[in-house]
């Protein structure tokens, strides 16, 4: 039945999915853009304009997944087969991603050029089913809340993991382009495991109840219930929104440590100072708040927290200690936001085929996917042209003033914002509100 009680092995088995995907989304948003710029050598401008084209690209290919996952019909169901089919190549793509070989630049920047959208399409061909699986879980309300905590939970410890480990593996591993390839290779043997584990331990329950239930939705008809589909659109901006802030407040942190802050330890420390109150967060006060007063009023305190812990961060832009403090409270507040997401997004289903009769879980997932995309893509990149309008020059000891300006705006400015759009953007967002009703119309169509 779908709103059969889910355990706390198949709720911890479901996070350890985005655990897995963290080890090379985390790796790829903290550190790829140093790889290449300071470790391989290719221009920041270059580097930038290449992951936003590929991201772009991705975008369009994440439809064609949510359309795959929509048409999948196993015994295993729509979504978990997909996880199981990708794992190996998602994890052998994470360890090319980090081996560019040591060739002439134009042949570095075909490789880099592949291995980026290699990469980019397993993730996706992971992702998008991934998040599909959240919907199709259960459909009460608190519980699909609860299990987006523990995708959350575990994200945030896989991101942790990624930023605190990763410089310390490279250097035992040898530094330079070795140490980099290595380390890429204990993360993405782990991230094929850790996926396997979500494949077997959880369950798809949640039937359709509209009329083509049994039948696969034609693209135009899906594309068609998703533009009348007010919330998902709201969720979408808000998503797109969120992962400029992540993509490019994050690519920019080794290069604030490097030249502002000079403390080679700040990745690190930045993480767990952020990542420890989030995961106290989301494993003792998260869920409660979200029973009480519902995601999107959660994801708006949320909002105001981070806004917060970004403003504190003026007090002194150059201080070690100021910006770790203020990375407290913007760990209160993001893991209140990313702890409700996701469920947000989930609902929007619910909500489309209650509006117009059709149930497309993979469309939706993959266009939001898409959404996440275009941020990341956006993000990424605004870090290199951000960088580059400032005159940033990879290898030097001493950058200019413009160029430490520029890392100041990326790493403090420009998140502000966003969050202040996001804001804006949950304030309009009530489908929390009538979203019990709608859950107990589709019952009674399905009765009827």
Known sequence: MDDEKIGFIERF??????FACNLVWASMGSFIMFYYTDVVGIGAAVIGTLMMAVRLLDGVL???????????????GKARPWIKWMAVPFGLSMIALFSVPQIAQSQQLMYISLTYVIVNVFY??????????????????????????????????????????????????GGQQTGWRKMAIVFGVAATALLLIT???????????????????????????????????????????????????????MYYQSYILHDASFVGKKSLFTAIPSILILMFV???????????????????????????????????TVI??????????????????????ADTIEYGEWKNGVRTEGLIYSAGSFGTKVGSGIGTAMVGWILAIGHYQNGVAVQSASAINAMIVLFAVIPLILIIIDFIILYFFKLDNIYPQIVADLKERAAQ
């Open 286 to 320: 998260a869920a409660l708040m979200v029973k009480r007063l519902g995601k999107r009023k959660t994801a708006m305190i949320g909002c105001a927290i981070n806004a917060v812990g970004c403003a504190l961060m003026f007090i002194n832009l150059r201080d070690v």
């Open 124 to 173: 996706t061909a992971v992702n998008v089913p991934y998040g599909v699986l959240n919907s199709l879980i259960t459909q009460d309300q608190y519980q699909r809340s609860v299990v987006n905590i523990f995708r959350n939970l575990l994200s945030t410890v896989g991101t942790v993991l990624v930023t605190v480990l990763t410089l310390p593996l490279v250097k035992a591993f």
């Open 199 to 253: 494949f077997f331990t959880t369950k798809e329950r949640v039937k359709p109840v509209a009329e083509n239930a049994d039948k696969n939705v034609p693209l135009g008809v899906g594309l068609k219930a998703l533009v009348k589909n007010k919330y998902w659109l709201m969720i979408v901006a808000f998503m797109i929104i969120t992962f400029i802030s992540l993509l490019e407040a994050g690519g920019v942190t």
């Open 324 to 345: 770790l403090g203020a990375s407290v409270v913007k760990g209160l507040g993001s893991a209140l936001v990313g702890a409700v997401m996701f469920a947000l997004l």
């Open 13 to 18: 088995g479901y996070g350890l999915g985005d």
């Open 62 to 76: 994440d439809i064609s997944v949510g359309l795959l996952v929509d048409r999948t019909h196993s015994k295993d």
